[in-house]
């Protein structure tokens, strides 16, 4: 089942074929308005050069062309801290269909292009065409030829969205407090005492070590704005609706860091649906990808790990894979390693993160970049 972030922007994708088809669009609209709708005016540039960081925090809202639906409505709400909320609503029947989607958000040097970096492997972008608009561009960054609208317009009156969707982040509790922190944007969020928190907090106090270890979780929620400790100020606030899986084995990361799939160290944490621990007197289960050679190095924990790869565009096969014979306690696991990797078709980098699927698409295999 493809997950419901990236059904929305594989969906997105299609943007530009509708075009080049002339597919049927309803007449662009405005957006409806935001059931949060603040009353405060979003800050007025005073001419129409003002850099966009200089107008923060905002609301941009249009109707874009659908592939296969009316039309999409898209809300992006860009943060002053670098941070965006997306929501699309695709519009049809038999009913309208919205996704979220949470991501950072840079300009380019001469500040005309807007890149937003979510959880796709390639940003979305748009041209900052004055003050008011933005414009959809095609994934090289160029214009869409077309007479259909790819134009956000900045609403005069800022809305923040409260995006509803998965999350993964670094979750801790102490002193009967709970903090969130969103692994793409580094969003540190306070956890709301409702919805699915008694069951969060019961997960992670089983599931730590030592008090207050920050621990990785996945989960579903809504990010809101609540007042905070003092109660004079708004501050984001998640609320959590469905309680997911705490990973003590993997971190988010390092935020902003592209990791190549040829010549970086992948730690195994996942294999199939289960969670990969070491002891202290082990070693990690990794592999590396030689480039110059084509050639496959690491471990299986115990023995050494050796073989051959191919590679062209998302599509890996691993060839002639392996071990060394030396006597191990857990030989199993080790000759199930490296079936999950000559079933290998397909790799997806996340971050510090590589999934590997089988023809299926099911993954196989999750893996950590980690240095020695």
Aim: hydrophobic share 35%; glycine share 8%; aromatic share 6%.
């Amino acid at each position: 089942m493809i997950p419901t972030r990236v059904f929305a922007l594989l969906a997105f994708g299609l943007l530009a074929a509708a075009c080049e088809r002339g597919e049927p669009l309803r007449p662009n609209e405005p957006p409806a308005p935001s059931a949060a709708a603040s009353s405060a005016p979003a800050p007025t540039p005073a001419g129409e050069n003002v850099p966009l960081p200089q107008r923060l925090p905002a609301l941009y809202s249009g109707l874009l062309p659908c592939a296969d639906c009316e039309g999409i409505r898209y809300d992006l709400d860009l943060r002053p801290d670098k941070v965006f909320f997306a929501r699309l609503t695709y519009l049809g029947e038999p009913k309208e269909t919205t996704f979220s989607e949470i991501g950072e958000w840079s300009l380019s040097e001469d500040q005309m292009i807007l890149a937003l970096h979510g959880d796709g492997e390639a940003p979305s972008l748009f041209a900052v065409k004055d003050a008011r608009t933005l414009r959809k561009l095609d994934i090289e960054g160029k214009e869409i030829t077309s007479q259909l609208n790819y134009d956000l317009t900045h609403q005069d009156t800022y809305s923040p969205l409260e995006p509803k969707l998965q999350l993964r982040g670094m979750y801790r509790y102490m002193a009967d407090a709970a903090i969130f922190e969103e692994c793409l944007t580094g969003l540190k969020l306070a956890v709301a005492q409702e919805g699915d928190n008694a069951a969060l907090q019961a997960a992670y106090l089983k599931a730590r070590k030592e008090p207050a270890q920050p621990l990785l979780v996945t989960l579903e929620g809504r990010i809101v704005k609540r007042p905070g400790m003092e109660g004079d100020q708004l501050r984001d606030t998640l609320i959590v609706e469905k309680t997911g899986k705490f990973l003590s084995n993997e971190n988010c990361g390092a935020r902003g860091v592209t990791h190549d799939l040829e010549g970086t160290r992948w730690v195994l944490v996942r294999l199939h649906e289960r969670e990969i621990t070491v002891s202290d007197d082990r070693r990690e289960p990794y592999f590396a990808l030689e480039s110059n050679e084509h050639r496959v190095s690491g471990h299986g924990g115990c023995n050494r790990l050796i073989g051959g790869y191919q590679s062209n565009g998302d599509q890996l096969t691993f060839t002639q894979m392996a071990l060394t014979r030396m006597a191990c306690p857990d030989v199993n696991f080790e000759e199930a390693f490296v079936k999950a990797l000559e079933s290998t078709r397909h790799w997806k980098i996340s971050g510090a993160h590589l999934e590997l699927s089988d023809a299926t698409g099911k993954v196989v295999a999750r893996f950590e970049s980690r240095n020695l």
